[in-house]
């Protein structure tokens, strides 16, 4: 069964830094990885795709790496702010999992101004 | 605007009142899923629909029907609602998740009492 993992649970930075996020899953036979966003009380916002055969995705200050055989992926953020405080998830689309994502419990960021 | 609309954002109810909760989007997706969000446990995947008049259950299905009779809608039905299905809802939609990711809504909070 897959399990996805999210290192650290929390981490809070102070503004302007650069900062990584973790994900670890533990089956690689997969379609593609997600990176969402969730706010307090809000929906999940799609950040970055990457397809089982692509390293990294970049949007603006978001980088998204993935090393498939070792089943790893990071999220970089670079120049932090504090609107950047937020849920963030990543979540895998397995090739015999139907049509479920598999969740991490996600890391939750605090950018101190 | 491209989206996946749910309705609605807020709800209190009793136990063993039925309920439906609605989710459209109009982006002519074929995939629909339904989501449960809980702490400690993450994202669950309740029902999915990979195309009209075809669903089948995902992780946590107990308690919970669909139906899929357009294209653009997918409600989730609680017939008895009980206070464990109190969680965060998400509905979700995907051309095709093998490929395009998903696009999720803005959730749905229901307590059941």
């Known amino acids: 069964k897959q399990e996805v993992t999210q290192i650290p649970a929390a981490l809070s930075v102070p503004e302007g830094e650069n900062l990584v996020l973790n994900c670890s899953f533990t089956?690689?036979?997969?379609?593609?990885l997600q990176w969402f966003r969730q706010d307090p009380g809000k929906g999940l916002t799609s950040l970055l795709l990457i397809q089982s055969s692509q390293r990294e995705q970049t949007s603006g200050r978001l980088n998204a790496s993935l090393d498939k055989s070792s089943g790893r992926s990071t999220l970089y953020i670079a120049a932090s702010q504090p609107g950047d405080s937020a849920t963030y998830l990543c979540?895998?689309?397995?090739?015999?999992?139907?049509?479920?994502?598999?969740f991490g419990e996600g890391t939750q960021l605090t950018v101190n101004p | 605007e491209a989206q996946v609309t749910q309705n609605p954002r807020y709800l209190i109810t009793v136990t063993g009142k039925k309920l439906t909760v609605t989710c459209s989007q109009n982006?002519?997706?074929?995939?629909m899923s339904w989501y449960r969000q809980d702490p400690g446990l993450g994202l669950r995947q309740i029902y999915y629909?990979?195309?009209?008049?075809?669903?089948d259950k995902g992780d946590v299905p107990e308690g919970y029907k669909v139906s899929r009779k357009e294209k653009r809608n997918f409600p989730l039905i609680l017939e008895s609602p009980s206070p464990n299905q109190t969680s965060l809802y998400f509905c979700?939609?995907?051309?095709?998740?093998?490929?395009?990711?998903?696009?999720f809504g803005s959730g749905t909070r229901l307590t059941v009492v």
């Open positions: 629909s990979m195309n009209v008049e075809v669903t």
């Open positions: 089956d690689s036979a997969i379609y593609n």
């Open positions: 982006m002519n997706h074929e995939y």
């Open positions: 979540a895998v689309k397995e090739e015999t999992s139907g049509s479920r994502l598999t």
């Open positions: 979700a939609s995907s051309l095709n998740p093998a490929v395009y990711g998903y696009t």
